[in-house]
C-alpha cells in the first residue's frame, strides 16, 4: 500500500494526538507513573499538558517509552546514552527527510532543463 503525503501527515497527526493520562501510559508500557515523570524531567519524553497541567501522553510518546524501555533493559544502555540515542536517531530521521526533499527538488531542476527520459534516484 502507497500512502501519499496527505495520508502520511494525516497518520502522523494520529499518532501525535494526546489521549493517555499518566496511569494509562504507565501501564501499557509496564512502568510506574513515577518513572514516566521522571523521563519527562530528564526530557526522554515530553507529554502534552491539559489546562489543568494533566500530563496526556500520545501513541508516540508511548512508542518512545518502549524505545527507553528496550535501550536500557535489552541492551543495558543508561540514562545517559538513552538521551543520546534518541537525539541521534531524530537528527538522522531530519537528514532523510532533508535529502529525500533535495532528491526531489534535484529531479524537479532535471527535469525542467533536461527534458529527458525520467530517471529514478537509488533510495539508499
Not at 508516540?60 to 540515542?85: E, K, W
Not at 532543463?113 to 534516484?121: Q, S, T
Amino acid at each position: 500500500m502507497v500512502m501519499r503525503e496527505s495520508e502520511d501527515t494525516a497518520a502522523d497527526d494520529d499518532r501525535d494526538e494526546p489521549v493517555y493520562v499518566i496511569s494509562i501510559a504507565a501501564r501499557m508500557v509496564g512502568m510506574h507513573a513515577q518513572t514516566l515523570r521522571q523521563y519527562e524531567r530528564l526530557g526522554l519524553v515530553a507529554p502534552q499538558r491539559t489546562r489543568g497541567r494533566q500530563r496526556m501522553y500520545s501513541a508516540a510518546d508511548v512508542a518512545r517509552l518502549r524505545q527507553v524501555q528496550r535501550l536500557m533493559s535489552d541492551l543495558g544502555v543508561n540514562l545517559a546514552g538513552v538521551d543520546v540515542i534518541l537525539r541521534m536517531s531524530e537528527r538522522m530521521q531530519e537528514m532523510d527527510r532533508e535529502m529525500e526533499r533535495l532528491r526531489q527538488e534535484l529531479q524537479r531542476l532535471r527535469d525542467r532543463r533536461l527534458p529527458a527520459p525520467r530517471r529514478e534516484l537509488p533510495t539508499d
